[in-house]
């Protein structure tokens, strides 16, 4: 049930060992026990930044996840498939029909870097729009996504429109805003009121957050992570639509300790990020898990959301009744049927007067 209220349900995943950097590649046929956690925090789709083997999708399918896979424009570890090489279209034939791809999504918020791109996004543009047609060749019943720093502009949207329809099936928006997600949801449906752009296009939010260390206090901060991501996901089946607006993919399944300072070290640099407590992103502090995969609270919370063992967590209602998720899903479904029924009703409601039919109007 929770499936067809928010379809996408996970975290970003990119295991890179302690003591190696990311330019070394990822072994993923060495990560498929990670498997066993994830499946465990009820995720249904993981979300990574490179392509993984075959026999990690095999893992994955037989724990009933998917996979959004992440290709890069360049994958300058030569270990995985890219856009640059054209590598990736052989990966796409090889993986087109398995159980576990639920889209593939390229680029991940390259409109913040035009350095990569001779300074002038129009070229990163035009190789995603190449790189989405040749996927429609190869792969036609393939979503294709990428993933833009923030909500997109029409501008950059309609670029992507040809013969009325959208190369690009959903748009992946990466949003750090306090733990707001309320923003993005209105700014998508304000582009979809734009004539040039399908109204059926669809999104879900594919990094948001806030990691687990706090720079005002300089120690570990479990309780504002908790705190934080738990609020995003209220707001999350609150405004979800499985027809629009799929879900998120949270920030991050493990802490990574290649990002900053030695890659054998916890360290605790920080980058500026609207992100509560110190507007400061740790980049080494993000996981659900830590690096030897010991879960922090945000983790045992989530498996209690999302698995449906436990309710220790609960929402309030405007009447301050505590409802567990289960209980919010279904009020919600309930006033969704009661909100068409009536709709359905007004519409065919014939009021007499004297010799006259009058149909009510959304005034009356």
């Known amino acids: 049930q929770l499936n067809q209220i928010v379809p996408i349900r996970g975290v970003t995943y990119s295991p890179v060992p302690v003591g190696q950097d990311q330019n070394l590649g990822i072994d993923w046929d060495a990560h498929i026990g990670d498997i066993d956690m994830l499946h465990g925090m009820g995720v249904?789709?993981?979300?990574?930044?490179?392509?993984?083997?075959?026999?990690?999708?095999?893992?994955?399918?037989?724990?009933?996840?998917?996979?959004?896979?992440?290709?890069?424009?360049?994958?300058?570890?030569?270990?995985?498939?890219?856009?640059?090489?054209?590598?990736?279209?052989?990966?796409?034939?090889?993986?087109?029909?398995?159980?576990a791809v639920r889209m593939v999504v390229f680029g991940n918020e390259y409109n913040y870097h035009s350095e990569w791109f001779g300074n002038d996004l129009n070229n990163w543009y035009n190789a995603l729009a190449q790189a989405?047609?040749?996927?429609?060749?190869?792969?036609?019943?393939?979503?294709?996504?990428?993933?833009?720093?923030?909500?997109?502009?029409a501008d950059i949207v309609t670029r992507f429109i040809e013969n009325g329809e959208s190369l690009i099936d959903v748009w992946g928006i990466n949003t750090y805003r306090y733990g707001d997600i309320t923003s993005v949801y209105a700014e998508w449906q304000t582009l979809l009121q734009d004539s040039q752009i399908p109204d059926d296009l669809q999104m879900f939010i594919a990094e948001t957050g806030t990691d687990a260390f706090n720079g005002t206090t300089d120690q570990e901060d479990q309780v504002?992570?908790?705190?934080?991501?738990?609020?995003?996901?209220?707001?999350?089946?609150?405004?979800?639509?499985?027809?629009?607006?799929?879900?998120?993919?949270?920030?991050?399944?493990?802490?990574?300790?290649?990002?900053?300072?030695?890659?054998?070290?916890?360290?605790?640099?920080?980058?500026?990020?609207?992100?509560?407590?110190?507007?400061?992103?740790?980049?080494?502090?993000?996981?659900?898990?830590?690096?030897?995969?010991?879960?922090?609270?945000?983790?045992?919370?989530?498996?209690?959301?999302?698995?449906?063992?436990?309710?220790?967590?609960?929402?309030?209602?405007?009447?301050?009744?505590?409802?567990?998720?289960?209980?919010?899903?279904?009020?919600?479904?309930?006033?969704?049927?009661?909100?068409?029924?009536?709709?359905?009703?007004?519409?065919?409601?014939?009021?007499?007067e004297g010799d006259e039919d009058r149909y009510l109007t959304e005034e009356d």
Do not use: C
């Open 44 to 99: 249904n789709t993981i979300r990574t930044y490179s392509t993984p083997s075959i026999s990690f999708l095999n893992a994955l399918a037989e724990n009933h996840m998917q996979v959004i896979i992440g290709i890069p424009y360049n994958d300058d570890t030569g270990t995985g498939s890219d856009i640059k090489s054209g590598s990736y279209k052989g990966y796409i034939e090889s993986i087109k029909d398995h159980p």
């Open 132 to 153: 989405a047609r040749e996927t429609n060749r190869i792969a036609p019943n393939l979503k294709v996504a990428t993933v833009q720093g923030e909500v997109p502009s």
């Open 224 to 352: 504002t992570q908790t705190r934080v991501n738990n609020r995003i996901w209220q707001d999350m089946v609150e405004l979800a639509d499985p027809n629009i607006f799929l879900g998120v993919t949270f920030m991050e399944f493990n802490d990574e300790w290649w990002k900053s300072g030695r890659p054998s070290t916890h360290d605790t640099t920080a980058v500026a990020l609207s992100v509560p407590n110190d507007n400061q992103g740790h980049e080494e502090w993000w996981g659900f898990v830590d690096v030897n995969r010991n879960p922090r609270d945000v983790y045992r919370t989530f498996q209690q959301l999302w698995t449906g063992e436990q309710f220790d967590v609960e929402y309030v209602d405007a009447g301050g009744h505590k409802l567990s998720i289960e209980q919010l899903i279904v009020r919600k479904a309930e006033l969704t049927a009661q909100i068409a029924q009536y709709e359905s009703a007004l519409a065919a409601v014939e009021v007499k």
